[in-house]
């Protein structure tokens, strides 16, 4: 009996210290998040921000990705640190989160974003850019900003596997905000904001993975897993670049990255598969943390049971 209670007292503090670690949507990476998941091995081809301000940015970067996976809110927090650059350039996110979806993104998507994200899909002639093998498109997130004063904007669209998905205009926020979007429809309460202020990190010339990992700033998603289709005890699949104001010219910032060479240009013709390694990163959802607690607890009656029986 005192083994058993010693074993509740262990679920109970599991179940706080997940309550309990959560990271802060401002543009700051949390200590939360821990080691990068992929670390940038390509210089930007989009220029090497030298500003330090939390809002403008004279160039875009990714230089790692963190994610921090709250069980208890069903809420992935994304971490993108680098810069991107204040002219509108967009950040693109591509989420494969289930089964179906696209590996080469279709031209009947959502017309969301003045038909943005169709501008990287097939044009009627089978081309479209198209994602690593297995990886098949889920959703989409973009990202944007720039104007005075400065605004971040969000858009949103699903992909469905034969097209014709739905899409939003997430609304709005400023620099190093809570991300709480505004003017949008944003029914799953989807969190984003920057804080472009990284002057360190890859260059225009070295991609240094330390230089790199220690970036604390950049673009920080609080993403409700409805948003995107997340069941708990599954891996997804993340794919992340730096895109052109018209979603029209990819640049070499990806991740995973594409280890060296130039923009990759026209969307319709990049190719991830056709490029060594993986063009993304996996995040593992675990199961709730309540059958968590509840495992634990069991696991703990059945040692009791094995110490009795031993
Ligand atoms: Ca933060
Ligand atoms: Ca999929
Ligand atoms: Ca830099
Ligand atoms: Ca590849």
Excluded: C
Excluded at 94 to 102: E, I, L, P, R, S
Excluded at 193 to 210: M, Q
């Amino acid at each position: 009996m005192r083994m058993m209670k010693w074993n509740l007292l262990g679920a109970t503090a599991l179940l706080t210290s997940v309550a309990l670690a959560q990271p802060t949507i401002d543009g700051t990476r949390d200590v939360e998040y821990g080691a990068p998941i992929v670390v940038q091995n390509t210089p930007t081809g989009f220029g090497d921000s030298s500003l330090g301000q939390v809002d403008y940015a004279n160039g875009s970067e990714l230089d790692a990705a963190y994610a921090y996976v709250d069980m208890m809110n069903s809420t992935l927090y994304l971490m993108l640190t680098g810069n991107l650059e204040s002219n509108f350039n967009k950040l693109e996110i591509f989420f494969d989160t289930g089964a179906g979806g696209q590996n080469r993104l279709r031209g009947d998507n959502s017309g969301v974003d003045f038909g943005g994200l169709n501008r990287m899909g097939d044009d009627g002639s089978g081309n479209g850019l198209t994602f690593d093998a297995g990886f098949e498109a889920d959703y989409w997130i973009g990202i944007t900003g720039g104007g005075g004063p400065y605004a971040l904007y969000a858009n949103w669209a699903q992909l469905a596997t034969f097209g014709g998905g739905p899409g939003d205009y997430l609304g709005t926020t400023g620099a190093a905000s809570n991300g709480i979007l505004s003017g949008g429809n944003n029914p799953f309460g989807v969190r984003v904001t920057i804080n472009n202020s990284n002057t360190g990190g890859v260059t225009n010339s070295v991609a240094d993975p330390a230089a790199a990992t220690v970036v604390t700033t950049g673009v920080e998603l609080a993403i409700p897993f409805a948003a995107i289709g997340i069941t708990p005890n599954t891996t997804i699949k993340i794919a992340a670049f730096v895109n052109g104001g018209g979603h029209d010219f990819v640049s070499n910032q990806v991740l995973g990255g594409i280890g060296g060479g130039g923009n990759l240009g026209e969307p319709r013709n990049v190719n991830f598969a056709n490029i060594a390694g993986d063009q993304y990163f996996t995040v593992f959802v675990p199961e709730p943390a309540s059958l968590l607690a509840l495992g634990a607890g069991l696991a703990g009656l059945m040692g009791l049971r094995r110490r009795r029986t031993a």
